[in-house]
């Protein structure tokens, strides 16, 4: 039974202790800071866990992997507008040719980095295309620097994208695809500082620029090639892959997890967690913002044109994984907690658009900070599946400049910002903003002055909130929190006025 939190009660109690004097939002709907590209929306699917097969993939009742429908049409709802594969570290790996042809030739391997289970190849480049073709998204490709050749990867490449006779195209054509995928993005290597090879930028840069030469032009095909970029804040990574290939690269390949622990120790738990632990993991959220700046600036001294991409190809919160689950599968659960950080992101996103034009969250099913959770039969949308689903408005969309009075959050002498924010407007004139109170305690009232509109109504909100910071979804209850409408928005004297309960998520149009 569909269990909605009684919204009346939550705005309630959160308004008794909002602040006496509204914070201030000024909105330039005269000014455009950018396009606010639909591909920072993207998503990731790694041989991991229970990410492709049990995920995308299901047995059928012969045994043989189909993708699963209900998936692909949540997906499809919620609209993927490119997806990243084979990996993630399981892309250098990754042998392209074992995962063609007839699925019982197929060779098996041990996925020795994630499990140890075994790989048996079910699931190779014609099924992801297909899947990605159900999706009607655009596919990521990551080819194998760290333990592959450059003939592997050309190949690879080759057979893809090949229009007319050649080697690789009349295998494609004797494996049942005539046409060519036509696929433009190119990951050259994932990882390669750490599980991709942990080489020396230095090392890497001159390898690159050796692999990249033989991603050939076919057809109206040219690669978009994506290098392998820094984690997290590793600036010299930056510098010196920039500095000595950055005239062959397209797009550079930042990684970031938001951790609430450490890598060494404890990363902390998805929904077993107190106050202490919703603010680090708010606070560490943001420092994505001083990541793309950093990273931006360093780039912009090689690229003053600013012609590549600053992608964040991996991102999102990491959790110890659900007790129980098997070792190595990344399994987690998705509270309020991850649908407010995964906002906060995207708005950080959209303050760099002048540099930063893809992202992909880790990951899309069942791994990490998962879209949706599967469960045999059963399907379930995740907290941040919701997020994604109220930020769709913004997609391709003009973002507009604005000013915020951030507020603060106070947690045992320390503070952090409360409020984020996102607005724009479509091509039909339509004004969206977003905006998110990551404060558990306290509701802010927000007054937002929109220069250049005179604002008549608010035409619809939705609202995505709860009693407790650790509310989730789960297979028998997985409606416990999703959007609801939210009526706690007004036009006062041409000022929009929100009223904007603790911990939450909204989203209007005007």
């Not at 107190?274 to 912009?300: C, K, P, Y």
């Not at 959770?373 to 399907?379: A, F, I, K, N, S």
Request: include cysteine.
């Amino acid at each position: 039974m569909k269990y909605l939190i009684p919204l009346c009660a939550v705005v309630a109690a959160s308004l008794m202790s909002a602040a006496d004097e509204p914070q201030k939002l000024t909105v330039d709907t005269t000014e455009s800071s950018g396009v606010i590209s639909r591909h920072l929306y993207g998503h990731f699917a790694e041989h991991l866990g229970r990410g492709i097969y049990d995920g995308f993939w299901k047995k059928d009742a012969d045994g043989q992997y189909v993708v699963r429908d209900d998936v692909v049409a949540s997906m499809k709802e919620l609209g993927v507008p490119n997806l990243r594969w084979p990996g993630g570290c399981f892309a250098d790996y990754y042998f392209w040719e074992h995962g063609i042809g007839p699925k019982e030739d197929r060779p098996s391997v041990v996925n020795n980095l994630w499990g140890g289970v075994t790989e048996d190849n079910s699931v190779g480049t014609h099924e992801f295309m297909e899947l990605v073709a159900e999706l009607e998204t655009e596919p990521i490709v990551v080819g194998n620097v760290g333990s592959g050749t450059v003939e592997d990867m050309a190949n690879w490449w080759q057979y893809i994208n090949h229009p007319g006779e050649s080697p690789m195209a009349k295998l494609r054509r004797e494996n049942g695809r005539e046409d060519p995928w036509n696929v433009s993005f190119w990951g050259v290597g994932n990882e390669s500082w750490g599980c991709g090879g942990n080489m020396r930028p230095e090392y890497y840069a001159d390898l690159y620029r050796r692999f990249a030469t033989f991603l050939h032009s076919y057809g109206d095909t040219k690669a978009f090639r994506i290098a392998t970029g820094p984690a997290g804040a590793d600036y010299n990574w930056t510098e010196v892959v920039m500095e000595r290939a950055g005239n062959m690269i397209d797009g550079i390949d930042l990684h970031h997890y938001t951790l609430d622990g450490s890598w060494t120790t404890h990363k902390g738990q998805a929904v077993n967690f107190d106050e202490g632990g919703w603010f680090r993991l708010m606070g560490r959220t943001q420092e994505m913002d001083e990541l793309l700046t950093n990273h931006s600036a360093i780039m912009d001294a090689h690229d003053p044109e600013k012609r590549v991409w600053l992608i964040v190809g991996e991102w999102g919160t990491w959790h110890e994984q659900e007790e129980g689950s098997t070792p190595g599968f990344l399994y987690q659960q998705n509270t309020l907690r991850d649908a407010l950080t995964a906002s906060i992101t995207l708005d950080i996103f959209h303050q760099h658009l002048d540099r930063v034009k893809m992202a992909n969250i880790a990951q899309t099913i069942n791994v990490l900070q998962a879209m949706i959770l599967t469960d045999g039969e059963r399907m379930l949308r995740t907290p941040t599946y919701h997020t994604f689903d109220m930020y769709k408005v913004h997609r391709e969309a003009k973002a507009l400049p604005f000013e915020l009075d951030r507020g603060e959050y106070e947690y045992e002498g320390e503070s952090i910002p409360a409020l984020s924010a996102t607005a724009s407007i479509d091509d039909a004139g339509r004004i969206h903003i977003s905006l998110t109170n990551i404060d558990p305690n306290a509701s802010r009232v927000v007054e937002v002055d929109l220069k250049g509109m005179d604002a008549k109504k608010v035409r619809w909100g939705k609202i995505l909130t709860a009693d407790a910071m650790n509310t989730h979804n789960t297979f028998d209850a997985p409606d416990t929190l999703v959007p609801q409408d939210f009526s706690g928005a007004k036009v006062e004297g041409g000022k929009l006025v929100v009223e904007l309960p603790a911990k939450s998520l909204v989203t209007l149009e005007l």
